[in-house]
């Protein structure tokens, strides 16, 4: 089998799952050669080792198991990230909490140093990129999985990164368990947000990756529930806040709800749209 035969194989077979982004991309973990080596290689004959590896990567695309954790990594934002299936998977969408949050600390804080905060941090994705495109912060990242904190250890080391606190516990618990914390300029959260009983997640999605970090409680909406209660101990409110939340496509009302019916009156709601118009973050500010 040549590279060519491995390429349109993949691309026939899994046309449905497959974007040619991911045939490359597994071709490169197969066969450890870069982009420009397959392209330039196409004519080259697969050992029988590589054969062996490649015919392993089809069963498993067979049982659409998530490219992601085939090849471990995931593009997002501007760098590659190591995942594995003890966190989520990144989602493109998700890197614009990455954008609000820095142009946030770039207008406010380029003169001195931040507090950060990403709750549910998962493989570390959004807070190890503010980290490492905005270096002067304090950065704190939780999670209540040992597991999803070891993956993002992973990732602070590939990204070179210092300054970043890993924490274990329960959403804000680490910290309202505390008598004194550094209160956050910046918090970024990704939370679970899924209903148990949503018909609609994808069923390779609710298959294989952690249910830890999909689904909630209270149909879906527990991490706003407790965000609106407690934010206002967390933040400091001597100084330019910023709190960017996530949230499903249809969560929309029920939140904007919650936070309408909590939130201090010195402090602002703002609602944005991703990509396709569907509103899909929150921010909380001051």
């Known amino acids: 089998m040549k590279i060519n035969q491995a390429f349109l194989l993949l691309t026939t077979t899994f046309a449905d799952i497959l974007a040619k982004s991911d045939v490359y991309e597994l071709l490169e973990v197969i066969l450890k050669r870069s982009y420009a080596e397959i392209v330039l290689g196409m004519a080259d004959v697969l050992t029988s080792e590589e054969i062996q590896t490649f015919n ?146 994808a069923e390779n999605v609710k298959k294989y990756e952690p249910h830890n970090a999909l689904f909630a409680p209270n149909q879906g909406l527990f991490f706003y529930q407790a965000m609106a209660e407690h934010y206002y101990e967390i933040v400091d409110k001597t100084q330019k806040f910023l709190i960017i939340m996530e949230f499903g496509a249809n969560q929309k009302a029920e939140i904007e709800a919650i936070f309408t019916k909590k939130v201090q009156n010195d402090t602002k709601i703002n609602f944005i749209q991703d990509a396709n118009d569907h509103y899909r973050f929150i921010t909380i500010s001051n």
Do not use: M
């Open 56 to 201: 392993q990567v089809v069963s498993q695309l067979k049982t659409r198991y998530p490219v992601a954790y085939i090849t471990r990594r995931k593009f997002f934002y501007k760098d590659y990230f190591y995942v594995n299936q003890n966190v989520l998977i990144p989602r493109e969408e998700t890197s614009l909490i990455v954008e609000i949050g820095l142009d946030f600390l770039k207008t406010n804080y380029l003169n001195h140093q931040a507090i950060y905060y990403d709750f549910c941090t998962g493989s570390g994705n959004v807070g190890l990129s503010i980290q490492k495109y905005f270096p002067n912060l304090i950065s704190y990242l939780t999670d209540n999985s040992f597991e999803a904190l070891e993956v993002a250890q992973s990732n602070q080391i590939g990204l070179n990164l210092t300054d970043v606190n890993f924490i274990h516990g329960d959403f804000l618990s680490p910290l309202l368990n505390q008598k004194k914390f550094l209160k956050a300029n910046l918090i970024t959260v990704n939370p679970p947000y899924i209903d148990s009983n949503d018909p609609w997640i």
